[in-house]
């Protein structure tokens, strides 16, 4: 029987109704496997991911498949989302194996959960020199069958392999000005000067470092820095990876160009991106960095935000086709629930699902919507060709560099139109499951956006989203849940980087509105990072002391997608610690900051959120506190807002009235003069207070 029915993971219930006998990722699963002496087939994935739903319908569905792998095999599914434990342990395994990894993961086990042979996706028929996936079933029962004890040594190795791999840990010195020149000179050699970003296809976002460059910008003056941060924002913002209709940016760029995306946007590379937009106009004043910064946080909220006040881990990249213009009622927002339906036909869609169906155009259908002389203008503003940018002679939206002049009104026009006619298709799957770390992020990139752009409507989204991680996502001892989905907390437990990012969204809340409850609530967070996940070297395991024991306990410095825990961790440690003054919270972030210092000079590109944070660290941070009568007196809001807006690396912001113990940085700050009164210290010194936003600007600049 398939045992998926009753999990809170979209992407696992999206499997609840295969022929395949699936059980959840379980003692009780593998205690099945010893029982009837059959190996495990790990399949790991995640709701948004295009090739798992096509891996699934091609041999998950198939009832002959099905029926093999119920007889010689015990199929564990797990979504890498709620499990990122399980994911890296194993995938760590496929790439060392085979060189390289993705998803769907495809691994098979001994029933003590020992890898021993692995791939990733496997097409139902041989394609390409990759063997279909009922011959490697085949291969894997014969070898299982008949040299069992070949298995058994090739799991032993694998795993004693693994044991014997660590990070690069560089003891606890901390990096310095030298190994953050090193990282910058490493990030010039590997930009792409003609398009931005960094390496070749596909290109991925590079939000953690662009972070980096920023910082260090801000520190040193290096323009260099500011130029490719700059320049690599203003590509992908013109490209096909931005949403040039809704807003929001895809997980990736199939080309180096940016042109044609895949399609599916997540959670955390929006969150990552808001933050990188909003800093690059905090930094520069951008038109186009305001204006995407915004459009981002607006997607999040109209189109993630769950009934709860949460956010939704992704959007799905495929989406039904359209119907013929005339051929059915409308489609659905993707902020309205829509999980995958196993391929059922939804409303307005043709029942078969395409990648990238919702958001690409022909010069036909700009036709349809604009009438001719409006679609020729569109199809030259938005670069949609006759012979297409994507598939099938259609094209993905951008913003080409042009020498032509359009007209405002009409361009606006024209968007509103697009954008109301692209509501009506079908729309693509929504992953509502709640993810810790995710929303921790999103937390922090919409409190500071709404504080900079005067939006109190995106700090309340925040609020609201911080508020959900405390009722649902923590306990009464401050243990976080990693995922929640429609208010009830899933079974997984958080890791690393779920305690460091919701740290880092209530530093962020604290900062903004100055309430001391937030700063409280990270405390308690990062207490548990001092307790349950540091080794004795100051270095940091993605997972606690006491949690479940896979076959490895993770530990991984380096960022992939998002931060990684380790390196989020140092940021919200250093950030707590300039808040509060804690030695023993500044100290472990110094201590786990020695990583970047062996590792940013090597490979900057996958260390950007631990350069960010030592940039943080050579400039103190900034310890900023702001006094006035009251926080909605209009000089008091001026000094506020100027101090959230300083680029000085990681500063610290505290607002309150005098004789406030709400915050530790207020206390026995007095008004001068009886005006609102800012303070500026770093490395215990400490400027003359000042009631003179210009003085205050100045003083954290950089």
């Known amino acids: 029987m398939n045992r998926l029915a009753h999990e809170t993971s979209p992407y696992l219930l999206q499997h609840a109704d295969n022929p395949v006998h699936w059980w959840p990722w379980s003692a009780a699963a593998f205690d099945e496997a010893r029982r009837r002496n059959v190996p495990v087939l790990l399949s790991v994935g995640y709701s948004s991911c295009h090739w798992c739903h096509v891996m699934a319908h091609e041999s998950f569905e198939d009832e002959a498949t099905a029926a093999y792998l119920n007889e010689h095999f015990v199929s564990v599914k797990v979504d890498r989302e709620e499990r990122p434990d399980v994911d890296a342990v194993y995938m760590e395994a496929v790439q060392a194996a085979t060189g390289q990894g993705g998803w769907p993961m495809t691994v098979f086990l001994t029933p003590d959960a020992e890898p021993f042979y692995f791939g990733t996706y496997f097409p139902p028929a041989p394609r390409h020199g990759t063997p279909s996936f009922r011959q490697v079933l085949e291969g894997v029962r014969l070898a299982w069958s008949e040299r069992r004890d070949e298995v058994a040594e090739v799991a032993g190795k694998i795993v004693r392999d693994l044991a014997g791999r660590g990070p690069a840990y560089g003891g606890t010195q901390v990096p310095g000005e030298q190994e953050l020149a090193q990282a910058l000179l490493g990030l010039t050699r590997e930009y792409d000067p003609r398009h931005g970003g960094f390496g070749g296809a596909p290109k991925f976002p590079p939000s953690m470092v662009l972070e980096f460059l920023l910082r260090h910008h801000a520190r040193t003056g290096a323009e260099g820095a500011l130029q490719m941060a700059q320049d690599t924002c203003e590509r992908m913002a013109r490209g096909g990876i931005y949403d040039q209709l809704g807003g929001g940016f895809a997980r990736y760029s199939v080309g180096r160009d940016w042109a044609v995306p895949?399609?599916?946007?997540?959670?955390?590379?929006?969150?990552?991106?808001?933050?990188?937009?909003?800093?690059?106009?905090?930094?520069?004043?951008?038109?186009?960095?305001?204006?995407?910064?915004?459009?981002?946080?607006?997607?999040?909220?109209?189109?993630?935000?769950?009934?709860?006040?949460?956010?939704?881990?992704?959007?799905?990249?495929?989406?039904?086709?359209?119907?013929?213009?005339?051929?059915?009622?409308?489609?659905?927002?993707?902020?309205?629930?829509?999980?995958?339906?196993?391929?059922?036909?939804?409303?307005?869609?043709?029942?078969?699902?395409?990648?990238?169906?919702?958001?690409?155009?022909?010069?036909?259908?700009?036709?349809?919507v604009l009438g001719a002389q409006d679609a020729e203008v569109a199809a030259r503003y938005y670069g949609v060709t006759e012979e297409g940018t994507f598939e099938h002679g259609s094209s993905v939206l951008q913003l080409p560099q042009s020498d032509q002049v359009f007209d405002a009104e009409k361009t606006a026009s024209i968007r509103r139109r697009l954008t109301a006619a692209r509501a009506r298709r079908p729309a693509p799957g929504r992953d509502d499951k709640v993810v810790a770390a995710w929303n921790g992020l999103a937390v922090a990139a919409l409190a500071e956006t709404g504080a900079y752009f005067d939006r109190p409507d995106l700090v309340d989204a925040a609020l609201g989203a911080a508020d959900l991680l405390v009722r649902l996502h923590m306990d009464e001892r401050a243990r976080l849940a990693r995922t929640s989905m429609d208010g009830q907390a899933g079974p997984s437990a958080g890791v690393l980087e779920d305690y460091a990012d919701v740290a880092e969204g209530f530093l962020a809340l604290a900062s903004v509105t100055g309430e001391g409850v937030w700063l409280e609530f990270a405390g308690f967070l990062l207490d548990h990072v001092l307790a349950r996940f540091t080794d004795e070297d100051g270095g940091l395991y993605d997972t606690a002391a006491d949690a479940e024991r896979l076959i490895r306990r993770p530990q991984d410095p380096t960022d992939n997608a998002t931060p990684s825990g380790w390196t989020a961790a140092a940021g919200a440690l250093l950030s707590y610690a300039a808040q509060t003054g804690s030695e023993p919270h500044r100290a472990?972030?110094?201590?786990?900051?020695?990583?970047?210092?062996?590792?940013?000079?090597?490979?900057?590109?996958?260390?950007?959120?631990?350069?960010?944070?030592?940039?943080?660290?050579?400039?103190?941070?900034?310890?900023?506190?702001?006094?006035g009568p009251a926080l909605d007196d209009p000089a008091t809001r001026t000094l506020h807002r100027t101090a959230l807006l300083g680029t000085a690396p990681g500063a610290v912001v505290a607002v309150g009235t005098p004789g406030s113990e709400e915050l530790p940085l207020l206390i026995d700050r007095p008004l001068v003069h009886g005006e609102p009164t800012a303070y500026v210290c770093r490395n215990f010194t400490c400027d003359a207070p000042t009631t003179d936003p210009e003085r205050l600007r100045t003083a954290l600049s950089g």
């Open 262 to 368: 895949h399609f599916e946007k997540m959670l955390y590379d929006n969150a990552l991106l808001c933050r990188v937009y909003a800093h690059l106009w905090r930094a520069t004043g951008s038109e186009l960095a305001r204006r995407v910064a915004l459009e981002t946080a607006d997607f999040m909220v109209r189109e993630l935000r769950t009934r709860e006040g949460g956010f939704a881990s992704a959007l799905d990249a495929d989406s039904e086709e359209e119907v013929p213009r005339d051929g059915g009622p409308p489609g659905r927002s993707p902020g309205e629930r829509l999980q995958k339906d196993g391929g059922g036909r939804r409303e307005g869609g043709t029942g078969r699902h395409v990648e990238g169906a919702y958001y690409v155009w022909t010069p036909e259908q700009l036709a349809e």
């Open 588 to 627: 472990a972030a110094e201590r786990a900051l020695g990583v970047v210092r062996t590792l940013g000079a090597r490979v900057p590109r996958f260390i950007g959120w631990g350069l960010a944070v030592a940039e943080a660290l050579l400039d103190g941070p900034r310890e900023v506190a702001v006094v």
